[in-house]
């Protein structure tokens, strides 16, 4: 008897949940498809999304985006600012204020970046700079005719400072000498608000003035000195430089105060901005009101009339200031300006306008991938929708889906706010968008989208606990919603730190297949076999000390996937060298194990791994849950269990469910779900209503 080809399952490569689930042509949840070669056993592979591990635990919460200068990541939690190392040790910076998404950037300033960081609400705050060094100059009185009634006059300039320039005269007495006349100015230099404001001071040994201003704002002060035409002697100053100028300072005024984040106004030049970027040698500044300043090439100082105002729109605010592919773009609520470096002389702004573009920025935080490496800028407009912008590109491509439009424009109406992050594995780039509902992802290398969702503390899946998104060390480092900690994307683990990660697929409705007719079977190919025999999860130590009752207490970088009664494999550790060998661990907390039977002697030196090598009957035999639904998504019904195989046993191909009733006027839907923390492969499914018919 002849018998029939199974019809295939509809699977989505891209994620479409529709405004209602009988419109859904099928869902991704934290999995992504991707194509295979040519002869391949299907053409696309649904993937497992990669987990996340911690990188380092902090007492923070509420994290707010980071930057690497240098050999440190700065990194700004609610009302703090911290420094992060490679080998994850955090040092607090101190009070950055606020609890909004900052934007942050860095210069090329030698040797040490000025680091700054703004806040929507408290402006922009200095997390690094140079140590604060005085530029210097000399001003020596000379003459061998002093005559009463002669006018000297000495002249303060500095283009980058408000009230500048400022004139300094001095009426010769008859009792003078060079060495009262020096004192005679330094005492009206220290006199002067204007100048003791900007941070400049004087000292007078003899005939010799000393000036000082602090910082390498300094560099651009000049001195001039003259006299009155009804001068009869032959008074004068000269100057070390001979040029009239300070020199030799370094860092910027009240910046980064005893290592404290420290406001920054542009030594009172700069209005409050809303955002910062770097671009050339130049930091740029936006306000609310629709300006853009720019400091001196790799430096803090600013001139308060180095500025242009975005003027291709008038009912809009300016949110952002972002440095992409040679350009400075600057996103308004209507439009984006585009400006490109004419090397303009200071203190002209130093780029000039070459065009617009007519989607703008919904909120300050809905764009990134202009991340060092990342180089694709994608951004929700003012029409709800997702724009992508390739390197070299002028020209934004619309990448979103009707689905998310939809769920973007009911969070905006909700008051809601949206953020933006990105990240890198195995060659591939992703772009994140999260609210307090829902998170979803653009693939840029199949131009698809998926969605995210993380295990909440309640117990419920909600939206992706990775924030944000920047390289450092080697690793994508994200900020994490549900702690302070700060994690990295991890491709070898299939958790997050340690909680369940769910693997879901949703097909679309199976319209190919008769109503009515008895659903005979169900077949999915899976990568059979992916089962792990041992957890093999890497604990770096960064510590030891003596523990409860005196064994060796490790500290580690994370115990996240790690149990009390676990064994681990400890080696490569120094000094406390007892620790050394294998042992059955207690969880201490979310940095710190106590091995077992052991006993400390010897102060710890540095390095170590504890290898957690414990069987986990969990994940020795993966299962997929296979659920229906016969009402388009509506309800579905309760989950089936199938294996995957345990560690190397894949003589089985499917997982395969059978005798499930008869299919409906909406067609079957189907539901694929994984917990387990391996490596999940999907190859496609079919159903049949002959139970001797094998999906293909």
Not at 111 to 119: C, E, K, L, R
Not at 427 to 455: M, Q, V, Y
Request: charged fraction near 15%.
């Amino acid at each position: 008897m002849a018998v029939s080809r199974p019809t295939p399952i509809p699977f989505p490569t891209s994620s479409f949940p529709g405004a209602n689930p009988q419109e859904s042509a099928g869902r991704l949840i934290n999995c992504y498809i991707e194509e295979l070669g040519e002869g391949g056993p299907a053409k696309y592979i649904w993937r497992r999304s990669p987990g996340l591990s911690q990188y380092v635990a902090t007492a923070q919460s509420g994290y707010r985006g980071g930057l690497v200068a240098n050999n440190l990541s700065f990194e700004a939690w609610a009302n703090n600012a911290s420094s992060v190392d490679a080998s994850g040790a955090v040092t607090s910076i101190g009070n950055l204020p606020g609890t909004k998404k900052v934007s942050i950037a860095r210069n090329q300033a030698s040797p040490t970046p000025d680091v700054i960081a703004v806040d929507l609400d408290n402006g922009a705050y200095v997390l690094e700079s140079a140590s604060v060094t005085a530029a210097t100059a000399t001003a020596t009185v000379s003459g061998s005719s002093i005559v009463a009634g002669d006018i000297l006059d000495l002249t303060v300039l500095n283009e980058f400072l408000n009230n500048f320039p400022v004139a300094l005269t001095y009426t010769v007495l008859n009792t003078d000498t060079t060495t009262t006349i020096a004192t005679a100015f330094k005492n009206l230099i220290n006199a002067n608000t204007i100048l003791s404001t900007a941070g400049l001071s004087a000292t007078s040994s003899a005939a010799v003035i000393t000036i000082s201003q602090n910082g390498s704002i300094g560099n651009s002060t000049s001195l001039t000195f003259g006299t009155s035409s009804n001068n009869t002697g032959n008074e004068t100053i000269t100057f070390n430089p001979t040029t009239g100028g300070l020199s030799g300072g370094t860092g910027t005024p009240g910046a980064f105060v005893g290592g404290v984040p420290t406001a920054y106004n542009g030594q009172g030049g700069l209005p409050q901005p809303n955002s910062v970027t770097f671009q050339d040698g130049y930091l740029f500044f936006t306000t609310a009101a629709g300006k853009c300043y720019a400091t001196a090439l790799n430096s803090l100082t600013m001139n308060a009339l180095t500025y242009i105002t975005v003027q291709a729109k008038s009912d809009v605010t300016l949110l952002r200031a972002i440095a992409f592919s040679g350009l400075l773009f600057l996103f308004t609520t209507g439009s984006a300006e585009i400006w490109q470096d004419v090397a303009n002389a200071a203190p002209a702004f130093p780029y000039g306008r070459i065009g617009v573009l007519e989607y703008g920025l919904i909120q300050s935080a809905a764009i990134a991938g202009f991340e060092n490496g990342f180089s694709q800028l994608i951004w929700v407009a003012q029409d709800f929708g997702v724009y992508w912008l390739p390197a070299g590109s002028l020209a934004p491509i619309k990448a979103s889906p009707p689905d998310l439009d939809r769920l973007i424009e009911a969070q905006i109406h909700k008051g809601n706010t949206l953020e933006a992050g990105c990240y890198i594995f195995a060659g591939k780039k992703f772009w994140t968008l999260s609210c307090p509902d829902w998170s979803w992802e653009f693939n840029l290398e199949t131009k698809k989208w998926n969605e995210r969702w993380s295990l909440q503390t309640t117990g419920i899946f909600g939206r992706w606990r990775a924030t944000g998104g920047h390289p450092a060390f080697g690793k994508w480092l994200v900020g994490d919603e549900q702690s302070g900690n700060l994690l990295w994307i991890d491709d070898s683990n299939f958790t997050e730190n340690g909680a369940v990660q769910l693997f879901r697929i949703e097909s679309g409705p199976v319209k190919n297949f008769p109503n009515q007719v008895r659903v005979a079977r169900a077949d999915f190919d899976f990568d059979m076999g992916v089962g792990i025999a041992v957890a093999n999860f890497s604990m770096t130590v960064t510590g030891a000390a003596s523990g409860t009752g005196g064994v060796v207490r490790l500290a580690v970088n994370s115990t996240a996937q790690a149990d009390t009664d676990d064994t681990a494999i400890v080696s490569g550790v120094t000094g406390t060298t007892e620790a050394n060998g294998t042992w059955v661990i207690t969880i201490i907390d979310a940095t710190h194990i106590e091995l077992q039977g052991s006993v400390f002697k010897n102060a710890y030196v540095s390095g170590g791994t504890a290898i957690d090598v414990t069987s986990e009957p969990n994940a020795i035999t993966p299962t997929v849950a296979i659920s229906m639904s016969k009402n388009g998504g509506l309800n579905w019904g309760n989950p089936l269990v199938r294996q995957l195989g345990s560690q190397g046993h894949a003589l089985r191909q499917r997982a395969s469910v059978t005798s499930m009733g008869l299919s409906g006027t909406m067609g079957v839907r189907w539901r694929l779900d994984v917990t387990d923390p391996v490596y999940t492969g999907f190859l496609g499914g079919t159903q049949a209503s002959d139970p001797r018919v094998v999906g293909l």
